[in-house]
């Protein structure tokens, strides 16, 4: 795992050996149970250290990941960024929701293989486990690499933050349309968008450009929302 270390190194992220043993023994899962199920359409070492594994811990770089914060990933997928951010402080208390139950085995067995502790994997909807009791109003820090929209994302996932924590949602290039589309979405469930940090990451002469937006839960959420599904669906915030 050189090549991670020195993007890391390069981005002043700093991987213990230990850490950057476990990311290889991560990497070999994610490979072999792709064969099995749908986890990432990237699977070659270079494009895995910079595309997956690198890009989920730009997050550190907000500083909010220094000591032992409630963190949960909706929409997890492979673990993305949930497993990353724990191997980089394994302090964190993560808590990881996925819709499909073969993802959720398969990030059970990550947990088992990588000895990791305070960390667990749920099967759900978030529209549903937001409403739930332990869950609602419950975390420091909420993350998202899920491909949705900001105004939909933002439903799913404010219910979730304890009055005062933060939502970090990453995006690309098209960012301020999506903050622009949300805008009603951010007044209705009291929160708003503090600050963006903008990243490029290269890669063969191919520059791609990730920003985090760091968005603050300032009042508790309405029992309104998250609404179901259905609901959602008809019309998005």
Known sequence: MDNLKTLTQKEDI????????????????????????????????ESMNIKHFLDCLLLTKTGFFEDDKKVLDVGTGAGFPAIPLKLYNE?????????????????????????????????????????????????????????????????????????????????????????????NALKKLNCKLEKVLNFKISQNGET????????RKIEKTSEKFPRNMGQIKKKTL
């Open 91 to 183: 302090k964190l208390n993560v808590t990881m929701l996925d819709s499909l139950n073969k993802r959720i085995k398969f990030l059970n067995i990550v947990i088992g293989d990588l000895n990791l502790k305070n960390i667990s994997a749920i099967h759900g909807r978030a529209e549903e486990v937001g409403r739930q009791e332990g869950y609602r109003e419950n975390f420091d820090i909420v993350s998202s690499r899920a491909v949705a929209s900001l105004s939909l994302l933002l439903e799913f996932t404010i219910p979730f933050l304890k009055v005062g924590g933060l939502f970090l949602a990453m995006k690309g290039p098209s960012y301020l349309e999506e903050v622009e589309n949300s805008k």
């Open 208 to 215: 791609s450009e990730r920003n985090i937006l760091i968005i």
């Open 14 to 45: 700093i991987l213990s050996d230990e850490a950057l043993e476990k990311f290889e023994t991560y990497r070999k899962l994610i490979v072999e149970w792709n064969e099995k199920i749908n986890l990432t359409a990237i699977t070659d070492e």
